[in-house]
């Protein structure tokens, strides 16, 4: 089946730095999804993108759609604390359908005050 | 803001026995889907269900595995027999017509003993 690759696996970061990740495919996506995920919760949509080479952005969060449509990134800037969790990235694959969406192994953010 | 609602967060049940998941989805949406999380794994889709029938299911979801909408706001996941495997937190999601983005509730705990 599709996979995505999500990379870095996981990060230890200084309070206010950038934080940069990213997922990739060898599969054709029509949409790319960052969702957050906190211990115990489900995951919390962030960033919808949809259009190749698209960039979004939802306050200090970032994310585009590769013009490959074969990746995305997510860039977090000037993190907090509450930053800290599980980003995953999904998307539905081309020729897919709606609501099944692929999911990474996902990005698990530290944060030292 | 509306959201999607599970019940039980944490349920016990010993292998074989029957369990049904419930999920009440955002009023106005028509797609719901169950995805299931293994402890410290990534995401992955079960089912799709659209218009009263399921739309596409995944290898995972197996003959013990059934959805029903049993009235005009439930949505619920049985499974007929568990195995220990089965342990896993299941997320119920929903969206709306022609919109990719999900959107998950927080999750039940199913742990099979």
């Known amino acids: 089946g599709q996979q995505l690759n999500q990379s870095p696996q996981s990060m230890f970061i200084q309070e206010g730095e950038d934080v940069s990740m990213n997922c990739t495919s060898s599969?054709?996506?029509?949409?790319w999804l960052w969702y957050k995920q906190d211990p115990g919760e489900g995951p919390v949509l962030l960033i919808a993108?949809?259009?190749?080479?698209e960039l979004t952005s939802n306050g200090r969060l970032t994310a585009q759609f590769g013009i490959t449509r074969k990746d995305s990134f997510l860039n977090i800037s000037a993190s907090i604390p509450s930053d800290v969790g599980i980003y995953f990235c999904?998307?539905?694959?081309?020729?897919?359908?709606?609501?099944?969406?692929?999911f990474g192994k996902g990005t698990k953010l530290s944060v030292k005050p | 803001e509306p959201e999607v609602t599970q019940t039980p967060s944490h349920q016990v049940t010993q292998m074989g026995q029957e369990v049904i998941l419930r999920c009440v989805p955002i009023?106005?949406?028509?797609?719901f889907y169950w995805y299931r999380q293994i402890l410290g794994q990534k995401v992955e889709f079960l089912v799709s269900?659209?218009?009263?029938?399921?739309?596409?299911k995944s290898e995972i979801f197996d003959d013990q595995f059934s959805v029903e909408r049993p009235d005009g706001s439930n949505f619920t996941l049985k499974i007929r027999s568990t195995k220990l495997e089965d342990s896993a937190m299941y997320f119920c999601?929903?969206?709306?017509?022609?919109?990719?983005?999900?959107?998950f509730g927080q999750g039940t705990r199913l742990t099979v003993v």
């Open positions: 999601a929903s969206s709306d017509l022609g919109a990719t983005e999900a959107f």
């Open positions: 599969s054709i996506f029509n949409t």
């Open positions: 993108l949809y259009k190749a080479g």
């Open positions: 999904a998307g539905t694959v081309y020729g897919g359908s709606q609501g099944n969406l692929i």
């Open positions: 009023s106005n949406h028509l797609y």
């Open positions: 269900f659209y218009n009263n029938e399921i739309s596409e």
